[in-house]
């Protein structure tokens, strides 16, 4: 990372207190830049974006803002912000803009197709068939909820229509739980 001095604007030391919690210790200011961050309001907030969580979450070492960015560095409890004004890095974000853009659009498209193969609504002729099929198929064994709608290609909405139907007319019933799905048999 190449950096000079000049594109430091400021510096501030966060505190922790144990009951108070962040306070800012000190600032300093090496030069003025419009729009700067009021670090007495904000030391709460990089502490915590900087400092929170346990152990074992990632920490950032640098936060981007539009204005500026900063710079942390932990020692003990305190935190050692410097603020930094950001040169040549308009680029960088419009390009990784496009990427952003480009890999939305491409996933975007990706789930459509895979709704489209899955959730092809059946017609009211297939769904009395699957009534009809359903207490046989689960005569003798079970099956959860997700693998009858994959078995029969319903929608999550047609399928527990069509189990409820059935459980309410007493052919099926809710035989156990395995993980967040329910498992049906025929009575």
Not at 10 to 26: E, N
Not at 57 to 75: H, W
Not at 166 to 178: D, F, T, V, Y
Request: glycine share 4%; net charge negative.
């Amino acid at each position: 990372m190449n950096f000079t001095e000049s594109e430091m604007f400021g510096a501030a030391l966060i505190g922790f207190d144990m009951i108070d919690g962040p306070f800012l210790k000190w600032k300093k200011e090496f030069s003025k830049i419009n729009n700067s961050v009021n670090l007495n309001d904000f030391a709460m907030n990089f502490y915590l974006a900087f400092r929170g969580g346990n152990n074992s979450v990632k920490k950032p070492r640098a936060i981007l803002y539009d204005e500026f960015y900063i710079v942390a560095f932990p020692r003990d409890l305190e935190l050692c912000c410097l603020f930094m004004k950001p040169q040549n890095v308009d680029n960088n974000i419009n390009q990784l803009n496009k990427i952003a853009s480009r890999i939305i659009t491409e996933m975007e498209s990706n789930d459509e197709d895979d709704e489209e193969k899955t959730t092809v609504d059946s017609d009211e002729d297939t769904i009395e068939e699957i009534i009809r099929i359903i207490p046989n198929l689960l005569s003798g064994t079970q099956m959860t909820t997700p693998e009858l709608r994959r078995y029969f290609k319903l929608s999550n909405s047609q399928i527990w229509k069509v189990m409820s139907d059935l459980e309410n007319s007493k052919i099926i019933k809710r035989a156990a739980k395995k993980g967040r799905s329910i498992l049906w048999t025929a009575i």
